[in-house]
């Protein structure tokens, strides 16, 4: 668990400095400073920190991933051109359009120019920039390369975008089709079918057994439809609160991942999000054991990301990368071999990036071929409950035109 740590120092022409680091003690502190030249003289926790995150969360809840990769690009280029960074902030908080993320940047920009550091600033608000994002800013400022560092995290996130919008329009027409069928079906069996089965039994016409079935259905679900609505809300909210726990969570991500066909692609969509994080992260000079803790809270699956903890805790203990990995149990043979290349060879962060290319066209691939079996599957599954309504609706008529016959 990090805080922050106010600092009072000298730097090497004898200067007074002060500001602000975020780390999990007091020593490591001191040993960045000291690693920077700098002559300390007093090092405190900043105890208001968790005050300042907990009022700037309004915000952070508002904010769209678009305008952030949009705010993180300009501010690579501005500063690429020189633009000193209070001015920077300034003009991005005028001609931003969410009203939201320009609170934020208002308040970012009076802690840069009180003496904190961009990314301290940016970490109170942890909804708009999470810890991948504030420690890529961090190892930009230790560096001297904010810029190249602001450019690469644009990347990533306008990737991260497009990859998401991918999945989301290769799974939004089954979706689509599913929920406007029962829709339909569900309208011709609580308010039709009722009306004909009536009609049919004024007529002294016996009702077949579909036609018995689908009116009790259709009765009851009328009769009941406020309190049928309000069990399914219910449910719907129950659902979403328990997987907002932690144990829920554990239970919903080790079930998901388990499913046939599904569960196979949700371990290639976290592969490669593992790799791409991975590779970003020391591509830009963080350690690795940093860099695999920011990982871990980046993932979407806890399974992955306990894989993650236990590869981090090998590699804390001597293991190499690789090993480490392969011992986890969750990552795939190649993944792994690759890996050992990278370690091999000192092109981990180049590894990285062609595992996290190669998962994502595998995703896409799985996609493509598994939404197309999807679909006439689904089209199927709903023309088999319909036709059962049709059918059941029919089996009276036949009955009635036998009788005139």
Do not use: C
């Not at 680091?21 to 490591?28: C, R, T, W």
């Not at 005028?94 to 120019?113: G, H, M, N, P, Y």
């Amino acid at each position: 668990m990090t805080q922050i740590f106010s600092y009072q120092a000298y730097d090497s022409k004898g200067n007074p400095i002060s500001g602000n680091i975020e780390a999990e003690n007091q020593q490591l502190v001191v040993r960045r400073l000291l690693s920077m030249g700098y002559t300390i003289t007093a090092v405190t926790p900043k105890k208001e920190a968790n005050r300042e995150i907990q009022i700037s969360s309004f915000y952070s809840n508002r904010v769209n991933i678009r305008d952030v990769a949009m705010f993180t690009r300009q501010m690579a280029s501005m500063i690429a051109a020189g633009l000193p960074l209070v001015r920077v902030l300034n003009i991005l908080e005028r001609q931003t359009e969410s009203r939201f993320l320009r609170k934020a940047l208002s308040e970012i920009k009076k802690d840069v120019e009180s003496g904190e550091s961009l990314s301290i600033a940016l970490g109170k608000f942890p909804k708009i920039f999470d810890r991948l994002y504030v420690h890529m800013v961090r190892a930009g400022e230790m560096t001297g390369a904010l810029d190249e560092v602001l450019t690469k995290l644009a990347r990533a996130i306008e990737k991260e975008i497009e990859f998401k919008g991918k999945v989301r329009n290769a799974t939004a027409y089954p979706t689509m089709l599913l929920l406007f069928s029962f829709l339909a079906i569900g309208f011709l069996v609580v308010a039709v079918v009722p009306g004909f089965a009536t009609t049919f039994q004024d007529m002294g016409v016996t009702l077949p057994l579909p036609t018995q079935i689908l009116l009790q259905v259709g009765t009851g679900a009328r009769q009941n439809i406020w309190f049928i609505i309000g069990a399914l809300i219910l449910l719907a909210v129950g659902l979403r609160l328990t997987i907002k726990t932690e144990r829920g969570r554990n239970v919903y991500d080790r079930g998901v991942i388990r499913l046939p066909l599904i569960g196979r692609l949700i371990q290639k969509i976290e592969t490669a999000r593992f790799a791409g994080t991975l590779a970003l992260l020391v591509s830009s000079g963080i350690p690795i054991l940093s860099a695999l803790e920011v990982v871990q809270d980046t993932a979407g699956n806890i399974v992955m990301g306990s894989a993650i903890a236990q590869a981090k805790s090998g590699i804390r203990e001597g293991e190499v990368i690789s090993r480490a990995l392969d011992a986890a149990g969750s990552f795939d043979p190649m993944v792994v071999h690759m890996v050992s290349v990278g370690e091999e060879t000192g092109t981990l962060g180049n590894i990285l990036n062609h595992l996290s290319d190669f998962y994502e066209k595998e995703v896409n691939q799985t996609l493509a071929t598994l939404m197309p079996l999807i679909e006439p599957l689904l089209i199927v599954f709903v023309a088999f409950i319909a036709g059962f309504v049709v059918i059941s609706i029919m089996l009276p008529m036949f009955e009635i035109m036998g009788s005139i016959n």
